[in-house]
T-cell receptor, first 112, second 108 residues
Framework: DAGITQSPRHKVTETGTPVTLRCHQT?????MYWYRQDPGHGLRLIHY???????DKGEVSDGYSVSRSKTEDFLLTLESATSSQTSVYFC???????????FGQGTRLTVV | GQNIDQPTEMTATEGAIVQINCTYQ??????LFWYQQHAGEAPTFLSY????GLEEKGRFSSFLSRSKGYSYLLLKELQMKDSASYLC?????????FGAGTTVTVRA
């Protein structure tokens, strides 16, 4: 199994608070992705990174920011959490573009 | 933009064959993936098609027609453990975009 860890695995937070989710990899893969998964929508890309300090927006990036200061860590921040951001968040990594992506176990975030 | 369509649900009997179709209209295309996701778990890789044609891997096969923007995943000799969601995904440069997934239920 690819070495990819998401933390926390579960979190409940209040509306308006900042939240940071962490994705940590031990594979030295260049590409990292953050997705959210909601019923009826499947996996939707939030942000992705193609190298240290190189990030770009996905299809549902509003309300989210990311940072990648080193190869192994990709952070997803909700600056001010809203109930619409209640979801399961998955991180994924891949060594080069257009190859198999490996997924973390997911973080279940509930905003109340 | 990316538009990836697949049926929402399918039901089949143990031992049978099921074909899950995926159509896509995307701003670019490098290849097409199929992933399997059991309830409450992370997606796992099943197959990858870059060129037109059929890729076979055990009980699973995947087909791609780039000119038609079409792919299918064929599951043969269905087993109860194949009950899961199957996700079609298109890769374009750095991005990997998914369809909403097809939930397959295998009945005894």
């Amino acid at each position: 199994d690819a070495g990819i860890t998401q933390s926390p695995r579960h979190k409940v937070t209040e509306t308006g608070t900042p939240v940071t989710l962490r994705c940590h990899q031990t594979e030295n893969h260049r590409y990292m992705y953050w997705y959210r998964q909601d019923p009826g929508h499947g996996l939707r890309l939030i942000h992705y990174s193609y190298g240290v300090k190189d990030t770009d927006k996905g299809e549902v990036s509003d309300g989210y920011s990311v940072s990648r200061s080193k190869t192994e860590d990709f952070l997803l921040t909700l600056e001010s959490a809203t109930s619409s951001q209640t979801s399961v968040y998955f991180c994924a990594i891949s060594p080069i573009s257009n190859t198999e992506a490996f997924f973390g176990q997911g973080t279940r975030l509930t905003v109340v | 933009g990316q538009n990836i369509d697949q049926p929402t649900e399918m039901t089949a009997t143990e031992g049978a064959i099921v074909q899950i179709n995926c159509t896509y209209q995307t701003s670019g295309f490098n290849g097409l993936f199929w992933y399997q996701q059991h309830a409450g778990e992370a997606p796992t890789f099943l197959s990858y098609n870059v060129l037109d044609g059929l890729e076979e891997k055990g009980r699973f096969s995947s087909f791609l027609s780039r000119s038609k923007g079409y792919s299918y995943l064929l599951l043969k000799e269905l087993q109860m453990k194949d009950s899961a969601s199957y996700l079609c995904a298109v890769t374009n440069d750095y991005k990997l975009s998914f369809g909403a997934g097809t939930t397959v239920t295998v009945r005894a």
